[in-house]
């Protein structure tokens, strides 16, 4: 089950490069897909590595689960968070987000 740790440690690390790399050396004006594309990957990974270790601190606060149990159950909710902040991302970018999203 250490697995699924260090699978998101990676996915937090090359989220955070990514998005550090597309921010530094990716001009947004002339390669607008690729921007968007890596940045949006970036917004992803990193969401979903940081969430996994958030849901997996509060759930073993929380319940008295065995371990195996809480860390599959924080490794699907980190899947839907991250669906979740790159939804809102690409809501932001095409102007369509608002209060009630």
Known sequence: MNMYIGISAIKTIVGILT???????INIYEDTFIGIGLGCLGVFMTCRGISFFVFLGVQKRQHKKNDEKIIKD???LSLLFGIYGILNVLLIAIGRWNILI
């Open 19 to 25: 998005l550090r790399l597309t921010y530094n050396n």
């Open 74 to 76: 924080s490794y699907k």
